[in-house]
C-alpha cells in the first residue's frame, strides 16, 4: 500500500475516534487510575468514559435495574425472601448468582481499565495499573466469597437442623395444612425448649433445663413457663398410650418416696428405653414423651420442641460475640453437691461475680444459666430465663451479617427439632415480633402448687397458666411475699409479682443485687 494511499485512509477515519484516541493518549496513569476506581463504583461508566458508549449504556441499565430489583424486593417481598432463605434449592441458586455476579464485576474493571489506561505506559506505570485493578478485584473478590460461603452455610444450616416433613418422622407434630400461614387456626403456638446436657460423667441425656414458651401468633408477645427438674408423677392425658403404663404420673409406686430416675429431667432418657415407639415412629422420642407430659402438666397443647444441646451453646454465645446479663449475686463455676452432711462435695472452681451488665463469653454464659452448687432450682430457672432473653437481644443485625458463618456452624451443634422446613417462612417472621414483643414469665406458686417435687399439683399449675395466657389477674398470695435478706451468697429477692402472676423478664433480670 502507497504511502499516498495509507495517509487517506487516516484521513478517512470518523472524528469521533480520532477525538477519542487523542483524549486516550493524553490521559495519565493517575487520572486513568481514578476512572477505573469510579468504574467500579458504578460499572459501566467505564466503559462510556473509554468510548464503548452502548456496552457502558447497557451495563449501567442493568445495574441500575438490578440495585432497584434488589431493594423492591427486599421492601415489599419479605416473604419471599424469607422463603429462599429457607429452600435449600433456592439457596444453591442464589449461591450460583452472587458467584456469576462478581466475577461480571471484575471482568468489567478490568476491560474497564484496559479502555482507559493510555496508549503509551512505563513500565512502573504498567506496574501500578495492574497493582491498582489487582486491589480491586481482590476487594470484590473477597465480599463475594464471604457472601456465597453465608448462603451455603445457611443451605447446610437448614438441611442439617429442619428437616422437611417427608423426610422426619415426629408422633406428636401437628398436620399443618397450609403452609404459607400456619398459624391461621393457631391463635397460640406452644413450643417445649429442652436443654440437654449429655456431658463428660453423664450417663445418657438429661433434659436440666425444660421450659415451655407460649407465643400469641398475632402479636408475638410470649409467656415463659419454667419446669422443675426433680418433678415426679409427671402426667399423660388419658388418650395418650403412655397412660395406661402410667396412669397416675410417671413414677414407681413400689419404689421409695425419692425417685432421681423418675424426675422429669430423667423422662427423655428412660421412658423411651422403657416403652420404646409407644407414642409411634419418631426421630426423637424422648422430646415427644415431654411435649406430651409438659402439655399434660401445664394444661397446654405442646405443637413443636426445640432442643438445646448445652455443650454447643458454649460455641452460639461465642459466635454472638457474648451477650451481656446483670448478676445479682455470686453464681457457682461447676461443683456438686451431693447432699447434707456429705463430705463428697465438689466444690465450685470459681464463682461469677455480681455486677451490672456483665460481657459473658461462651463458658460463662453457660455456668451462669447451669450453676447450682448451694442455689436451688427457682434462682437457676430465673437466670435461664434471662440468658435466653440475653441471647434474643443479642442477636442485632450487624452480628448477624458479620458473624453468620460462625453462627450457623454453632447452630448445627447446638438444635435438633421437629419443625418442619416446609413452614420456617413463618416462624422466621414470627421470631421478629417476639424479638420486639414482651416477654413475661409466668410465676407457677410454687409454695402452694409443689411444697416438693414428689406431690406437684398439676391441676393448680394448669389453671395458673391458662388464666395467665387469657391476661386474667391472680389472687394475692396469702403467705405474702418474701423480704430481701442479708448476703448469704443466695439470689436476692426483687419485688414479686403476686402469686400466680406474670413477671416482665426486663424487670425479673434487671440488677437487683443481694444487701451488702
Given at each position: ?99 456469576v455476579l462478581g466475577l461480571l ?225 455470686k453464681v457457682p463455676i461447676g ?39 448451694g442455689l436451688d432450682d427457682a ?138
Amino acid at each position: 500500500m502507497s504511502r499516498s494511499t495509507r495517509a487517506a485512509g487516516r484521513r478517512s477515519a470518523p472524528k469521533a475516534n480520532r477525538s477519542r484516541h487523542k483524549a486516550h493518549r493524553a490521559r495519565t496513569v493517575s487520572k486513568a487510575i481514578g476512572l477505573t476506581l469510579v468504574s467500579a463504583l458504578i460499572p459501566g461508566s467505564g466503559f462510556v468514559m473509554g468510548g464503548r458508549t452502548k456496552l457502558g449504556a447497557f451495563v449501567m441499565t442493568l445495574s441500575v435495574g438490578l440495585l432497584g430489583l434488589l431493594a423492591f424486593i427486599g421492601l415489599t417481598k419479605r416473604d419471599a425472601v424469607l422463603t429462599l432463605a429457607v429452600d435449600p434449592s433456592q439457596l444453591l441458586i442464589a449461591t450460583a448468582a452472587v458467584i456469576v455476579l462478581g466475577l461480571l464485576w471484575i471482568w468489567i474493571v478490568v476491560a474497564s481499565h484496559k479502555l482507559l489506561r493510555p496508549v503509551s505506559l512505563t513500565a512502573v506505570g504498567r506496574l501500578a495499573g495492574s497493582a491498582f485493578v489487582g486491589l480491586l478485584c481482590f476487594g470484590i473478590a473477597v465480599p463475594t466469597t464471604v457472601a456465597a460461603q453465608s448462603v451455603m452455610a445457611q443451605r447446610d444450616l437448614v438441611g442439617s437442623v429442619f428437616a422437611s416433613e417427608g423426610n422426619s418422622k415426629s408422633a406428636t407434630r401437628p398436620k399443618v395444612e397450609d403452609k404459607k400461614d400456619p398459624w391461621e387456626n393457631t391463635p397460640r403456638l406452644n413450643l417445649l425448649l429442652l436443654g440437654a446436657d449429655d456431658g463428660a460423667g453423664r450417663e445418657g441425656t438429661r433434659t436440666d433445663t425444660v421450659m415451655v414458651a407460649s407465643i400469641d401468633t398475632k402479636t408475638g408477645d410470649t409467656k415463659l413457663i419454667s419446669l422443675s427438674r426433680n418433678w415426679m408423677r409427671m402426667p399423660f392425658p388419658e388418650d395418650s398410650p403412655l397412660h395406661k403404663f402410667y396412669p397416675n404420673g410417671f413414677y414407681d409406686p413400689d419404689g421409695p418416696a425419692e425417685q432421681p430416675e423418675f424426675y422429669l429431667d430423667a423422662m427423655y432418657r428412660n421412658l423411651p428405653a422403657a416403652h420404646p415407639r409407644a407414642l409411634g415412629a419418631s426421630d426423637n422420642e424422648g422430646a415427644d414423651v415431654l411435649k406430651v407430659s409438659a402439655g399434660a402438666a401445664l394444661g397446654l397443647d405442646i405443637d413443636y420442641y426445640m432442643q438445646v444441646n448445652l455443650k454447643g451453646f458454649e460455641s452460639i454465645v461465642d459466635a454472638l460475640g457474648g451477650i451481656k446479663v446483670n448478676i445479682n449475686y455470686k453464681v457457682p463455676i461447676g461443683g456438686d453437691y451431693k447432699g447434707p452432711g456429705s463430705a463428697d462435695d465438689i466444690l465450685p472452681k470459681d464463682y461469677l461475680q455480681p455486677g451490672p451488665d456483665q460481657k459473658l463469653n461462651g463458658h460463662d454464659a453457660l455456668w451462669f444459666a447451669r450453676g447450682r452448687y448451694g442455689l436451688d432450682d427457682a434462682s437457676r430457672q430465673e437466670r435461664q430465663r434471662c440468658t435466653i432473653h440475653a441471647i434474643v437481644g443479642s442477636a442485632n443485625p450487624t452480628t448477624l451479617v458479620t458473624k453468620y458463618q460462625q453462627i450457623a456452624s454453632a447452630s448445627k451443634k447446638l438444635l435438633q427439632t421437629d419443625i418442619p422446613q416446609e413452614i420456617l417462612p413463618a416462624f422466621i417472621e414470627l421470631g421478629l415480633k417476639v424479638k420486639s414483643a414482651k416477654v413475661t414469665n409466668i410465676d407457677l406458686d410454687k409454695k402452694k402448687n409443689f411444697p416438693s417435687g414428689q406431690h406437684p399439683n398439676y391441676e393448680a399449675m394448669a389453671e395458673i397458666v391458662q388464666n395467665a395466657i387469657a391476661n386474667k389477674k391472680p389472687v394475692a398470695s396469702t403467705t405474702g411475699t418474701p423480704t430481701r435478706k442479708p448476703s448469704t451468697g443466695k439470689p436476692a429477692t426483687p419485688p414479686k409479682p403476686p402469686a400466680g402472676g406474670t413477671e416482665d423478664l426486663a424487670d425479673a433480670c434487671a440488677y437487683h443485687p443481694a444487701n451488702p
